[in-house]
């Protein structure tokens, strides 16, 4: 039954005898859109389009390398024994909160040295990052990875998805849940709450965009995470982004509260940058 399916190639084309995977594709279109959206925010309030652009120069690389090490490290029996799959990306395996981490690290030192306010930069990027990763999640689609359970063709036809999406839903015998499609929904609604609250004036404070990302995401991921098939444990029963989820909803919304306390903390708003 699969071969009749529709089923996707995961590499969209080859050029010069390379193979170009829709992973990949997804990926940087993402991070182009999202360096787009965060120059033009960057702008507006007061900083310089070319921070945007120098950061990723840095961040990109060691955010990606971060992701990497993350998923590496909680997957290390299965690399271990296969070395040479460390560096295949283009296979996936990249972990976004590997990928945060890495990049907030590298953003401190980085607002540092060019006396940057780091909260503000924050709020600046999160919206398009979550944005980001809502177009990053088809490359999984693509990928075949990250799904859920098994389940059936008619549960898939009430959620009326289009029916490439339920085709390429046929993994491994069966068909499963979309996670991948729940987390890019989610993200999408998140990315336009953000932005709708960043507008309201003298509403939010700095910091408080990214603290509302981070919550958001978080909740999302915690519930979605339960349904994939493919998560990473620690100590084999307990799953790192559930966990992990749950310390940064729990952090981010305390952290709000307790930032709050302070009369003298700005609102988000232009001209907070320096």
């Known amino acids: 039954m699969e071969n009749m399916l529709a089923q996707i190639d995961p590499i969209a084309f080859r050029l010069f005898g390379l193979q170009i995977h829709w992973y990949a594709i997804f990926i940087v279109s993402g991070i182009a859109i ?6 033009k925010e960057a702008v507006r309030v007061g900083m310089k389009e070319d921070d945007v652009i120098d950061f990723i120069f840095w961040g ?9 090490l993350y998923y590496v490290i909680f997957e290390w029996r299965y690399y271990m024994e296969n070395p040479g799959e460390i560096i295949a990306i283009w296979h996936g395996g990249l972990a976004i909160y590997g990928g945060l981490i890495a990049g907030i690290i590298t953003l401190f030192f980085f607002t540092r040295s060019r006396f940057i306010n780091m909260w503000t930069f924050l709020d600046i990027a999160a919206p398009s990052v979550i944005l980001a990763q809502a177009i990053g999640r088809w490359g999984n689609f693509m990928n075949h990875e990250a799904y859920g359970p098994v389940t059936t063709e008619a549960f ?9 999406i339920i085709d390429n839903m046929y993994i491994d015998g069966a068909y499963r849940q979309p996670t991948f499609l729940y987390e890019s929904v989610w ?9 709708l609250l960043r507008r ?3 509403f939010l404070k700095q910091g408080e965009v990214f603290l ?6 978080s909740l999302g991921r915690f519930f979605i995470e339960g349904l994939r098939t493919d998560s990473l444990y620690l100590f084999g029963a307990i799953r790192v982004s559930q966990l992990l989820s749950a310390v940064l909803f729990i952090g981010s919304l305390g952290l709000i509260w307790w930032r709050r306390r302070s009369d003298k903390l700005p609102f988000y708003r232009r001209d907070l940058a320096k």
């Open 200 to 202: 309201k004036q003298d």
């Open 187 to 195: 993200n999408v609604l998140g990315f336009v709450v953000l932005i």
């Open 212 to 217: 509302l990302y981070v919550a958001w995401y």
């Open 34 to 39: 999202a360096v787009y959206l965060s120059s």
């Open 156 to 164: 898939l036809e009430k959620l009326h998805l289009p029916r490439f």
């Open 60 to 68: 990109l690389p060691i955010a990606i390398i971060g992701a990497r």
